[in-house]
């Protein structure tokens, strides 16, 4: 029987350990996305985020017609990427989402409002709630109609 050399065990292990690397997703530090208690902690303030928007007279009006579950599935996961968790956003860009829709600043606020609301529902720390609304405010201009 041939004995391996130290060479080569340990051209094996650093291959072993590239293989492991390559195939396991590096995410972002996702301490962020555990506050809100993972993916099960996100769909509940999405779900309660979106109960207060369709029925804040200030925001309804933007989703007649529009397919709920849809948005929620997109927004859920676009939430969890930008809390380092383990998702892929598959949406559109958010500029292309609003398009059109004529969302000005009164409605853009509400709808922070709302996810603040559903936020201290839900229990969520105040930092992380912090740390979620900073992530998202560089979207505003994206999703505000400037006309």
Do not use: W
């Not at 390559?22 to 099960?40: E, V």
């Not at 303030?45 to 007279?57: A, E, K, N, T």
């Not at 004529?102 to 839900?122: E, P, S």
């Amino acid at each position: 029987m041939r004995t391996l050399s130290r060479l080569s065990i340990h051209f094996m292990l650093t291959m072993s350990a590239l293989a492991v690397t390559i195939s396991t997703p590096a995410f972002a530090d996702d301490s962020l996305y555990r506050q809100f208690g993972g993916k099960k902690g996100i769909e509940h303030v999405i779900d309660d985020f979106y109960d207060r928007m369709l029925d804040d007279p200030r925001t309804k009006s933007f989703f007649d017609g529009a397919s709920i579950p849809h948005i929620e599935k997109m927004l859920n996961q676009q939430f969890c990427a930008l809390m380092g968790g383990p998702c892929v956003y598959t949406g559109r860009s958010m500029k292309r989402t609003h398009e059109g829709l004529g969302i000005d600043g009164k409605a853009f606020a509400a709808g922070i409002d709302d996810l603040k609301q559903a936020m201290q529902k839900n229990h969520i720390p105040v930092d992380a709630q912090n740390k979620l609304l900073a992530k998202l405010m560089p979207m505003a201009h994206d999703i505000q109609d400037r006309r």
